[in-house]
């Protein structure tokens, strides 16, 4: 149970916001537990078999139905933010997969959102800005890399994509004024 419910409690660092698909494991120990506890009163196995045979079909659909919710990223993100509405990691995810299908203006959306519960995360800024270079608004990407390097100086891929911004638009003293400032 302990090694099971550990990838849950933040002890196992995992690349995740949610672990809830760890949870059944644990689950599963936790009412083998139960069961234990109400062993005398349980004292014939059929009754144990068919209470296992009863929980352990519910824990596979449930599994079952859970992955399809998760196999796609819109649809869990979507449903993930109606639980965390705040969940900044989210928000930026869902603005990722709405800018890698195509879907530009959902995506700024859920940049300008983010930013709005809080202006201090670089990321936003800088997803924001790869936006509108694709998009050909230069100025645009320009004011919102500067921004993220505005929030945290040492954000890298705004201060690269800046230098690229620049090689583009043929402007290389910005880039003199660009690593001279950072």
Do not use: C
């Not at 196995?45 to 929980?55: A, K, N, P």
């Not at 819109?74 to 890698?100: C, R, W």
């Amino acid at each position: 149970f302990w090694i099971s419910i550990s990838l849950y409690a933040g002890i196992v660092l995992i690349n995740g916001i949610f672990y809830e698909h760890f949870l059944y494991l644990p689950l599963l120990f936790f009412f083998m537990f139960i069961l234990l506890l109400f062993d005398k009163v349980i004292q014939k196995r059929g009754v144990l078999i068919i209470v296992v045979s009863i929980f352990l079909p519910l824990f596979i659909i449930r599994s079952f139905f859970r992955q399809l919710e998760w196999i796609n990223p819109i649809k869990f993100y979507t449903q993930t933010l109606e639980h965390a509405p705040k969940s900044i990691k989210i928000i930026n995810n869902l603005g990722m997969v709405y800018a890698d299908n195509g879907e530009l203006d959902k995506a700024i959306l859920m940049y300008k959102r983010g930013l709005k519960i809080n202006e201090n995360i670089p990321n936003l800024y800088h997803n924001l800005a790869n936006i509108y270079l694709s998009q050909k608004k230069y100025k645009e990407a320009e004011k919102y890399y500067l921004k993220a390097l505005q929030v945290d100086p040492n954000f890298t891929f705004s201060y690269n994509q800046l230098i690229y911004l620049y090689k583009l638009t043929n402007h290389p003293e910005k880039i003199s004024q660009l690593k001279k400032r950072y």
